[in-house]
């Protein structure tokens, strides 16, 4: 079983920037694929960006530009860098994983417990 935690939400501006963290435990972290998730209020679950074991990434296209997917394998870390933050962007985000890729169209097998990103406009 993995175990997930996030940190780093938070309220910020709009056109502000916030960064999210995940470690992970549990099982060898360098064969998981890593991801966010987020849920706004009365929305469904939405892919934001995933990376895999290659370090291959992907995106959203709602967050493309603006948003930074990383991996630490030797801290067992996944990062989000958020920047130009939009009214739009707030969400409970949740760290993912799955054995090797995270898909944006598959519920991934590993969900963290999630944070609160609020962006006041």
């Known amino acids: ?22 470690v992970a435990s549990g099982r060898t972290f360098y064969t998981l694929g890593m991801g966010w998730f987020r ?36 801290k067992n870390t996944t990062y989000l860098q958020m920047n130009s933050l939009r009214p739009e962007d707030t969400a409970v985000y949740y760290c993912v994983g799955r054995e090797l890729v995270v898909f944006s169209t598959e519920s991934p097998k590993y969900w963290g417990q999630g944070t609160q990103v609020t962006v006041s406009s």
């Open 39 to 74: 849920q706004a209020p009365g929305k469904e679950r939405e892919f934001v960006a995933a990376i895999d074991y290659t370090f291959s990434t992907d995106y959203a296209d709602s967050v493309k530009g603006r948003f930074t997917i990383s991996r630490n394998n030797e």
């Open 1 to 22: 079983q993995v175990q997930l935690v996030e940190s780093g939400g938070g309220l910020v501006q709009d056109g502000g920037s916030l960064g999210l963290s995940c």
